[in-house]
């Protein structure tokens, strides 16, 4: 029986040396992942060498089809925190891995602050309790601070523009205030509710008072309007009636701004229906509104000179 001869395979011959190519290029990935901080530096990593051949009938010569695997190690998860919120002017704030804070624009963009945006202001109720704040910590902030009035009910204390284009907040102060039932008519409690409460006394609240609490259904049927006052028959005794003109506008002050400030007042326009209802209309076109942030800027200088000896941190309304 005569001995076969054996066939050498040289893996750099194959297919001119892309055997081989391959091979190196599947073990060099495989180091590279071993070498990997993300990866679990114990898994298994494998190298497959798939050598195909297709022979001919006269088994002279045979196709030959390479293919080489690998089985990596994914890469281990990182546990983090992400925190979500928006800037003044929309933009989304994204705080991730270490801290680090990106602001997230309305294309989809995405940038890295170096000087991050505070997350979470402090929040205050007070006038008072923003001055206590700045004298215990404010020197210590290394900004310059402005108080910046933003509305009746909201004050913030600010930074210098980041380099990002955004501007910190560092504290604010919301007012806590009840929502005024205006411009809609409302029966003769809920009217005489909303006076007593919402609205400092004067004497146009309490002729308004006087007519509303007084009346009588078949009243306003009785009532004489001209388009700017009306006037009204109401009880004024056991069998008495009295006729009252209720002037138009009103100067009525409501409660509408922080309580350690003078609440400015305001022109309303009073009208009454059928069914002893009544509305109260604004007619000043909201410039309550610019003296009530005069007056909140003039109380919290007040408050600094008090406090510092000085106007320390500009006020801005």
Same mark, same amino acid.
């Given at each position: 029986m005569s001995k076969k001869k054996a066939i050498n395979f040289d893996l750099s011959e194959i297919a001119d040396g892309g055997v081989q190519v391959k091979l190196n290029r599947a073990l060099q990935q495989v180091a590279d992942n071993i070498l990997d901080p993300?990866?679990?530096?114990?898994?298994?990593?494998?190298?497959?060498?798939?050598?195909?051949?297709? %022979?001919?009938? #006269?088994?002279?010569?045979?196709?030959?089809?390479?293919e080489v695997k690998t089985t990596l190690a994914p890469e281990v998860g990182? %546990?983090?925190?992400?925190?979500?919120?928006?800037?003044?002017?929309?933009?989304?704030?994204?705080?991730?891995?270490?801290?680090?804070?990106?602001?997230?624009?309305?294309?989809?963009?995405?940038?890295?602050?170096?000087?991050?945006?505070?997350?979470?202001?402090?929040?205050?109720?007070?006038?008072?309790?923003?001055?206590e704040w700045l004298e215990s910590e404010g020197s210590s902030i290394n900004d310059a601070l402005k108080i910046h009035v933003i509305s009746p009910t909201k004050v913030e204390?600010?930074?210098?523009?980041?380099?990002?284009g955004q501007?910190?907040?560092?504290?604010e102060v919301r007012a806590v205030v009840d929502s005024l039932n205006l411009e809609s008519y409302l029966d003769q409690e809920s009217m005489i509710i909303m006076l007593q409460s919402h609205f400092e006394e004067n004497d146009d609240r309490n002729i308004i008072l006087k007519v509303v609490s007084n009346l009588r259904d078949e009243s306003i049927h009785q009532q004489t309007?001209?388009?700017?006052?009306?006037?009204?028959?109401?009880?004024?005794?056991?069998?008495?009636?009295?006729?009252?003109?209720?002037?138009? %506008?009103? #100067?009525?002050? %409501?409660?509408?701004?922080f309580q350690e400030v003078d609440q400015p007042a305001s022109k309303f326009i009073f009208r009454m229906r059928e069914g002893m209802q009544s509305a109260l209309f604004m007619a000043d076109n909201n410039q309550w509104q610019v003296e009530a942030k005069n007056n909140i800027k003039r109380y919290i200088q007040q408050l600094e000179q008090e406090t510092f000896g000085e106007i320390k941190y500009p006020v801005i309304a």
């Open positions: 993300n990866t679990d530096p114990t898994k298994k990593r494998k190298v497959q060498l798939n050598i195909t051949l297709a %022979p001919n009938e #006269k088994r002279d010569a045979s196709d030959v089809t390479v990182v %546990p983090t925190t992400m925190l979500l919120g928006r800037d003044a002017n929309g933009n989304q704030l994204i705080t991730g891995l270490n801290g680090r804070q990106y602001l997230l624009d309305h294309d989809g963009d995405a940038a890295l602050l170096n000087d991050p945006i505070i997350a979470h202001p402090l929040q205050l109720n007070q006038l008072t309790s923003l001055i204390v600010i930074g210098n523009l980041a380099k990002g501007r910190p907040c560092f504290a309007d001209d388009g700017v006052s009306q006037s009204v028959q109401i009880n004024s005794g056991v069998a008495s009636v009295d006729e009252v003109k209720v002037p138009n %506008p009103v #100067k009525l002050i %409501p409660f509408r701004t």
